[in-house]
């Protein structure tokens, strides 16, 4: 009963007089207000007759504005007092604007957190001590957001922030603790720099960022990185000490991959490797990159250096159906012999990287 939607939990009381009361001790209780008039009345009544027992997961889906926030809010913080331990709260897809559930923030039992289009608070203070997952979506962020997020959730191991919004100049993240961090697709304020510091972050993915726009620094347990820039580039970015490579210089698997249109000569992954990679220390753990939407104009002789710094690389590829690095390549292989591989067609084509080099 615990995996179906409340309300059809609820109605297995008519099965029979041993199923009668069985909804009544549901620890997992999933509410829905999609499509459903009558929901207000049927939550509150549910809440009425039901028993004081745990509740360990709750989750309040489909809410609007203008016809059950109000009348759920007290239910909410009900629910909190029991203590449960996974909470997830989405507003429905005609709300207006977000919800206000303050009381989600202090809820020191909760270990995974899901919040679609609800404010977070800003000067009220966060005690989620137990809190491992989090996940942010269509959420208003600005400084001090983030840094009461951090402090207030101690043990955070995996954050996801889907289409939010950064209104803040500048701020720093730093954890001990994080080891998944995820920000994808969100809007950023003019001259946003996000500065990272977490030093057990394993896995980094980022999509539709500006070249400039993040800063890594202490990453030493990063192994999996992907991110994709959008077309635009920071203006000050050519001029400034922004050492995004050398963020990345212990991951094991990297895709840098550019905007998802063809492009010329240009993109902000060959701006990054032609910046950064003359200062950037090696990168002796790195096994596979992928570069992708990226013109190859060019853009050997960074490759070129790359290989030169990365004793183990092992595989590189680059992405798009007619960027490629040749024509009719689709793959480039990298092997112990000091050769390389292509793969045209089905057919693999050994070349030594000399010549391969020689051909830009």
């Known amino acids: 009963m615990c995996f ?15 199923w009668r009361n069985l909804w009544r001790y549901l620890p997992c209780l999933h509410f829905d207000a999609y499509h459903d008039d009558n929901f207000v009345q049927f939550i509150t009544s549910f809440f009425n007759l039901r028993s004081n027992c ?18 759920t809010r007290p ?15 989405k507003s429905g897809e005609s709300s207006w604007c977000q919800l206000d559930f303050d009381s989600v ?3 020191a039992s909760v270990e995974k957190m899901e919040l679609v289009e609800v404010f977070f608070p800003r000067k009220s203070p966060i005690t989620l001590f137990n809190l491992k997952r989090l996940n942010l979506t269509r959420t208003d962020l600005d ?9 207030g959730c101690p043990v955070l191991e995996e954050l996801v922030m889907n289409y939010c919004s950064f209104w803040f100049s500048n701020v720093t993240i730093v954890s001990h603790s994080l080891k998944n961090l995820s920000i994808d697709d969100c809007d950023y304020y003019d001259n946003v720099q996000i500065h990272l510091s977490v030093p057990s972050l394993v896995s980094l993915h980022v999509t539709q960022v500006m070249l400039g726009r993040i800063w890594l620094k202490n990453m030493s347990s990063l192994v999996k990185v992907h991110i994709q820039f959008c077309f635009s580039v920071c203006i000050n970015y050519l001029n400034s000490r922004n050492e995004l490579l050398r963020g990345l210089s212990n991951a094991t698997y990297i895709e840098l991959t550019g905007p998802g249109v063809r492009l010329s000569t240009e993109s902000p992954v060959k701006d990054l490797l032609v910046k950064e990679l003359p200062t950037c220390r090696a990168f002796a753990n790195l096994k596979s990159l992928y570069l992708g939407k990226c013109s190859m104009c060019g853009f050997l002789s960074p490759i070129s250096q790359l290989f030169r710094i990365s004793p183990n690389l092992k595989a590189i590829k680059f992405g798009g159906e007619d960027e490629m690095m040749f024509s009719g390549t689709d793959a480039f292989i990298s092997s112990n012999s000091g050769n390389a591989v292509f793969l045209v067609g089905s057919m693999p084509v050994t070349i030594p990287f000399a010549q391969v080099f020689l051909c830009c």
């Open 4 to 18: 179906l939607p409340t309300r059809q939990a609820m109605n297995t009381c008519i099965l029979s007089k041993r």
């Open 143 to 151: 400084g001090e957001c983030v840094n009461n997020l951090i402090s």
């Open 75 to 89: 239910l909410v913080t009900r629910v909190l007092e029991s203590r449960p331990r996974v909470l997830s709260i």
């Open 105 to 107: 923030f202090t809820c």
């Open 54 to 71: 745990h509740i360990d997961t709750f989750q309040l889906h489909g809410l609007a504005m203008n016809h059950c926030w109000l009348a």
